[in-house]
C-alpha cells in the first residue's frame, strides 16, 4: 500500500468510527453471529411446530368429543359456545405459527447479514414479524410489540466496509433482541399462558376418555400396546386372542392404566415444552447481548431447551399416528 493511500485510510478511520458511534466502533464476532443465527431459527422453528401441534390436537379433540356424545349416554356433544370458544383458540395458535415463521425468517435474514449486504431482507423480517406479533397483540387485548424494526444503519460512501457490515449485524442483532423481548412478553401473558396451558390439559383429558371409552367397550384393539411388549422379546402376538383381549378384567384394567400413564406422559412433556420456549427465547436475547459485545455465544443451553420442546412435538406426532 503507497503511503498516500495508508494515510487516507488512515485519516478515514476515525470518521468511519464517528459515522458508526450510533452502533458501535468495535468489531462483531460474525462467525458466532452466524451460529446464532442458526440456531434461532432452529428455535423458531421448533416452537411454531409445538403450536401447529396444539391445533392439530385441537380437532382431534372436537371430533372425540362429537364420538363421545353418541357412546356415552348423557353425554353432550360440542355446544356452539364452546366451538366458538375453539375457534378463537386455534385463531390464536395460528398467529402464534405466523409470528415465529416470521422469527425464523429474521433469523435467517441475519445469517445472510453475516455473509453479504442483506440489509434489505433484515429490516423486511423484522417488519413482517412485529407486524405478525401485533396481529397476536390485538387478539389478545393488548401488550402490542414496539416496532423495532425501522431502518439498519446506513452510512454515506467512503467509511469502511468492514466496519459497516460489523455495525449492521450489531444494529440488527439490537433490533432482534427487543423484537424478542417483546415476543416472550406477548408468549407469557397471564391470561394467555393459561390458556394455552389450559387447552393443552383438556386435550389430553379427552383423548384419555375416548381411548379409554373405545378400549372397555371392545370398539378398539390394544394390539400396539400389547405387540410392542411381546415383540420385545421375540415372541409372536395371537392375533385371535388380542381381538379378545378387553374381555381380559386384569388386562382391561392394565390396558387403562397405561393409557392413563401416556395421558400423564404427554401432560408433563407439554409443560416442559412451554418453559423451555420461553427459556430459549431469554437465552437468545442474552447471546444477542454477547454478539452486540463483540463475545463468542453459548449455544449449548439453546440447544437444550430446543431439544426439550422437540421431544413434545415428537410425543405428539408419535401418538398422531398410534404409535
Given at each position: ?65 362429537f364420538l363421545l356424545s353418541g357412546l356415552k349416554p348423557g353425554y353432550s356433544p360440542p ?14 395458535l395460528l398467529l402464534r405459527q405466523q409470528m415465529l415463521a416470521g422469527l425464523g425468517e ?143 378384567p386384569g388386562l382391561r384394567d392394565g390396558i387403562s392404566a397405561v393409557l392413563a400413564w ?62
Open positions: 500500500m503507497s503511503k498516500s493511500i495508508q494515510s487516507i485510510v488512515l485519516q478515514s478511520a476515525p470518521l468511519a468510527c464517528a459515522l458508526l458511534f450510533a452502533v458501535g466502533c468495535t468489531s462483531v464476532n460474525k462467525d458466532a453471529a452466524s451460529k446464532l443465527a442458526d440456531q434461532g431459527a432452529s428455535v423458531a422453528k421448533t416452537i411454531g411446530q409445538s403450536y401447529q401441534s396444539t391445533d392439530q390436537n385441537i380437532d382431534r379433540y372436537v371430533a372425540g368429543e355446544s356452539g359456545a364452546m366451538l366458538k370458544s375453539i375457534d378463537t383458540v386455534k385463531e390464536e429474521v433469523y435467517t435474514s441475519f445469517g445472510a447479514l453475516c455473509t453479504y449486504d442483506a440489509k434489505g431482507e433484515v429490516e423486511k423480517s423484522l417488519g413482517n414479524t412485529v407486524q405478525a406479533g401485533n396481529n397476536l397483540a390485538a387478539l389478545l387485548g393488548g401488550g402490542a410489540i414496539s416496532d423495532s424494526a425501522g431502518k439498519l444503519f446506513a452510512t454515506a460512501g467512503g467509511a469502511v466496509a468492514g466496519q459497516v457490515q460489523s455495525a449492521r449485524i450489531k444494529d440488527a442483532s439490537a433490533k432482534i433482541r427487543s423484537l424478542l423481548q417483546g415476543i416472550v412478553f406477548l408468549l407469557q401473558k397471564t391470561n394467555e399462558q393459561a390458556a394455552v396451558v389450559a387447552v393443552r390439559e383438556e386435550i389430553t383429558r379427552g383423548k384419555l376418555k375416548v381411548a379409554r371409552e373405545f378400549w372397555t367397550g371392545d370398539f378398539a384393539l390394544a394390539d400396539g400396546i400389547i405387540d410392542e411388549q411381546i415383540q420385545a422379546y421375540g415372541l409372536t402376538p395371537n392375533a385371535s386372542a388380542l381381538s379378545h383381549a378387553s374381555q381380559n401416556r395421558q400423564k406422559q404427554e401432560g408433563d412433556s407439554q409443560v416442559a415444552a412451554y418453559n423451555a420456549a420461553i427459556q430459549s427465547l431469554r437465552t437468545l436475547i442474552n447471546e444477542h447481548a454477547k454478539i452486540e459485545a463483540g463475545e463468542p455465544v453459548n449455544l449449548v443451553a439453546i440447544q437444550g431447551y430446543t431439544a426439550t420442546v422437540q421431544q413434545y412435538v415428537d410425543l405428539i406426532t408419535a401418538v398422531k399416528k398410534g404409535k
